[in-house]
């Protein structure tokens, strides 16, 4: 491709800058009509402006590869729009029809500056077509990795949620489970619990497994490893919140609890903790 | 070289871990140990390792042998302070030890030691003569 004939489309877009935008704009609106409420126009319209001046300073030079110096800031402005539209709530093709609804007015343009010369169009077509293609492709790239970034944020969020560790008495503490026990999990399950033991000086830890639904031999194999280490340390265990299809299972599986004390539920844990430290629970005489 | 304190309470021994054992030196614990049960007639021994921060499968094992030497010696023994990254990796390595009694702390377990020598001192006196 020579140099003239970029030049050229550099030349045009400059020429035709406002009336290129405006048309965009529509194209935009058009295509954007039913998720508007995910963006004000005004913002959109500011978006498109400021990336057509990016464009056509990007493309003063003639250079159309988009890893070049002089595209950063290009770049740079559709990852930007691309992550954002991603975590608001913008569906694939919404964010690329930010690029695509461009072609449109671009090559209404270069029809008619080229209206007599078709060679001429085809080439400039070509080359408008490329880039276009290219940076979109770009924004959805960037449209992937701004979900993923939301996606890695979320499960980081949930394993902090999901691994509380709370003081239920003076050297009694609890660990609800909810969810699936995998090995990253139990190991942050592991160090939370142990943690806490030894900042609270606790001696007895239940570790309730109502909200876990399926235990299997991983799983069984991940709770004596927490009790084991727990038992190490001096504390002991107590696993309650074992419901009847989950205790047939582990039977059946020929899971091996070893001495872990196991209880159906986290009150009767409870019980037997405090009898373990010698506490006791009255209801009083007056009946107040 | 380099030896662990054994300090006599009574009828019982203490042993502090304050630096990082290798392993000559866990080998000359256990030597030691055995040795001041059988001569100080110790009925109860309680060994720290809260300042113990690195364990390998060798530390892990002696921790074992020291406790089961001291059990057929007729001396109870409880491991205390044990971290929670020495308590994980121990597990990961697949050592629970099973024999080793614990206690969060040095206190606790002296507690622990107390109890199971008047259980056992009371259950001596029962015995018929």
Known sequence: ??????????????????EILTSWLQHQRSALSTGSRLISEAEVGEQSRQFLALLISAIRNGIIDLMASE????????????RTRAQQGFTPSQTAMFIFSLKQPLFECLRQEFAGD??????????????????????AEAYQKGREEVISRQQHEMMELSTPVVKLWEGILALPLIGTLDSQRTQIVMESLLERIVQTGSDIAIIDITGVPIVDTLVAQHLIKTVSAARLMGADCIISGIRPQIAQTIVHLGVELGNVVTKSSLADAFALALKRRGLSVQSRKDGS | MERIPILKMGELLLVTIQVDMHD??????QDDLSERIVANGARGVLIDISALEVVDSFIGRMLGNI?????????KTVVVGMRPAVAITLVELGMTLQRVRTALDVEKGMELLHASLREAGSSNHNAPI
Do not use: F
């Open chain 2, 67 to 75: 406790a089961a030497i001291s059990d057929v010696l007729d001396a």
């Open chain 1, 118 to 139: 078709a060679e001429a169009l085809a080439g400039e077509t070509w080359t408008a077509t490329m880039l276009l293609d290219k940076l979109g492709l770009l924004t």
């Open chain 1, 71 to 82: 595209w950063t800031e290009v770049r740079d402005m559709l990852s930007e729009l691309s």
């Open chain 1, 1 to 18: 491709m020579n140099k003239a004939a970029q030049t050229r489309l550099a030349h045009i877009l400059r020429e035709h800058e406002s």
């Open chain 2, 24 to 29: 000559r030196m866990a080998l000359a614990l």
